[in-house]
């Protein structure tokens, strides 16, 4: 990297991330859509843009976006009722506007941003392991020594991302991400509900127990905590209600 890089040395240049938030899908398990998650994009937008920075929005396939349904302050469950920032963001034309037609991943070119910050929902659980553009860009940022940031299941994405070693990126990291206590809490809201019977689960997968497996130091704050965590460059939210101590850790990390 050569100090000319406008990246280096300029205290005037605005910061930029990159946001990437998953493509629609159908979910394996329960035949739902499903999509990103409302504050998962809004929070971090709203933290990082207030910060001053330069946020743009991507999708490993591009093109329009769909957030899960309950993420949606506006949906009939009332679970998001009381997520004015995100429906501030809904109500923007100009902000909306971000997801209906989002570039690919692949057009990210690394020295122009600063960081990438992945969001969950529930499509990265059935995407992000075909997502390989995804999985090499987000390498690509750790490995350039730029902030790689990821939050609830977006987390997916450390379940396949590896080095150019072929190490696992999160081995031996310090990382949080969707708890096994919320996986619980999902399931048994939906069997509460007799949206699903009690052998068939939410996910087809944890993260929790597959960031284990993979050697890496998982920590979480307890059911629906605010909680982000910081190994090095690398920056982990735990859940859908984390999405403001992660953008804040990612200014943290850059100087603001």
Known sequence: ????DPN?????????VAI???????????????????????????????????VEVFSPNGGKCEADGMSDP????????????????ISSPKLVALIANTRKVSEIAVRDF?????????????????????????????????????????????????LSSGQYLAKGKTVTGFANVEEDFADNAVWSMNLLPRD????????????KKLGA??????????????????????QNFSGEETARLVLETLGR
């Open 74 to 89: 506006r949906d009939p469950s009332g679970y998001s009722a009381s997520d004015l920032i995100s429906l501030g963001f």
């Open 20 to 54: 990437v938030i998953s493509n629609p899908a159908v979910s394996t398990t329960t035949g739902w859509p499903a999509g990103f998650w409302w504050s998962e994009l809004s929070h971090p937008y709203y933290v990082l843009t207030e910060a001053g920075y330069d």
């Open 114 to 162: 600063d960081a990438i910050m992945v969001a969950g929902g529930q499509a990265p659980m059935f995407t992000f392991g075909t997502a390989t553009d995804l999985q090499r860009k987000f390498v690509e940022f750790y490995e350039a020594r730029k902030v790689a940031a990821v939050l609830c299941h977006g987390t997916a994405i450390l379940r396949y991302a590896k």
């Open 217 to 238: 130091n998982y920590v979480q704050a307890g059911l629906w905590r605010g909680f982000a965590v910081r190994d090095g460059n690398l920056i982990t939210g735990q």
């Open 8 to 16: 280096v040395l300029n205290p005037d240049r605005r910061k930029r």
């Open 1 to 4: 990297m050569s100090l000319k």
């Open 200 to 211: 068939q689960h939410v996910m087809p997968w944890r993260i929790e127990d597959e960031l």
